[in-house]
């Protein structure tokens, strides 16, 4: 009886560790499916592309933090772990390398723009 107490709880000690340890992969999405997470008002929209990009046009209600900036693991501190966010920048490339820091950062729940801005325009999505 006590070694089948003492299995369990090593059973249990494993499937928990197993579980913290799990990293969350960030999930490629398309236009489309981006236009249907904006719709949720608790999603964060981040532009990665560097301000001078983000001025010549980007989504609506996007936030514009640099993935090339010497700041940015500390500008990404300052959103909100607990929300989704979705990231973009030009073609995919800044947003694939950016979403690796946001899971450093422990960030759970990322989407990220396949093919960037330029797919989405592509598509017919509207910029600002």
């Known amino acids: 009886m006590k070694k089948a107490i003492v299995g369990i709880v090593f059973l249990f000690l494993g499937v928990t560790l197993i579980g913290c340890n799990k990293k969350t992969e ?7 499916e981006v236009q249907t997470l904006l ?33 940015f693991t500390e500008d990404i501190k300052t959103l909100d772990k607990e929300k989704p966010i979705i990231v973009y920048c030009r073609s995919g490339k800044r947003s694939a390398n950016s979403t690796k820091k946001l899971q450093e950062a422990g960030f759970t729940e990322i989407y990220d723009l396949e093919g960037g801005i330029l797919k989405w325009k592509q598509e017919g999505f509207k910029t600002q």
Do not use: M, W
């Open 26 to 32: 960030a999930k490629v999405v398309s236009a489309k």
């Open 39 to 71: 719709e949720l008002n608790n999603v964060q929209l981040i532009d990665v592309r560097t301000p001078k990009e983000f001025k010549e046009g980007h989504i609506e209600n996007a936030q514009n933090i640099d993935f090339l900036s010497s700041t």
